[in-house]
């Protein structure tokens, strides 16, 4: 019996360590992600403008465009459960209006004037009765051509602009392409 006591005591001595929380360097699992709702609005979109008029843009989806949605955090702050937004490229082509303020002159971005038939572009937009309004244009590609630069970056040094980065690594991107069509060709004789 009074092994079992002497047993039970050392036993008890140790059970707080055994219940308590695990340390804080262990590491948490990855967030759990779960596709954001139908009533979700990106206001982000990225693609390939097909149309242009004065007054309005249209865009066929491509490119990547993820957005995170954080719903629940750990105790420690790190993230528990969050909702993911990726862009879906299948869908049809999608109008934007210009907003007034991006007619009389964008604060940053590219203007209005800048954009071509065949950009890669990224616009922020808000939704108001029903109309897609976009509010800001940001140029990525532009096939045969150079991206413009940018609101403002006349002042930036050459190498923190916008304009600059994007033509490079278009370049870089197309000089690749044919480099392997080069190479590939050369195979084939």
Known sequence: MRRFVALALTGAAFAPVAWADPPIDVPRPPP??????????????????????????????????????????????????????????????????????????????????????????????ARFRGVEQCSEIEIYRRPGGKVPPVVGEEDAPAENRWSVRMNAEQAREENSVAALLRIGLGLVR
């Not at 390939?48 to 249209?58: D, Q």
């Not at 862009?87 to 007034?100: A, C, E, G």
């Not at 590219?110 to 922020?124: P, Q």
Request: net charge neutral; with cysteine; proline share 7%.
């Open 32 to 125: 759990i992600q779960i596709p954001v709702g139908e009533d979700f609005y990106p206001g982000h979109y990225r693609g390939r403008v097909i149309e242009l008029t004065p007054w309005a843009v249209t865009i066929k989806f491509e490119g990547y465009v993820q957005m995170n949605r954080i719903i629940s955090y750990h105790p420690d702050g790190t993230v528990k459960v969050e909702q993911v937004y990726i862009q879906d490229n299948n869908q049809p082509p999608k109008d934007f209006v210009f907003h007034r303020r991006l007619l009389r002159g964008p604060y940053r971005g590219h203007a209005v004037y800048d954009l071509r038939v065949g950009d890669v572009v990224e616009v922020s937009c």
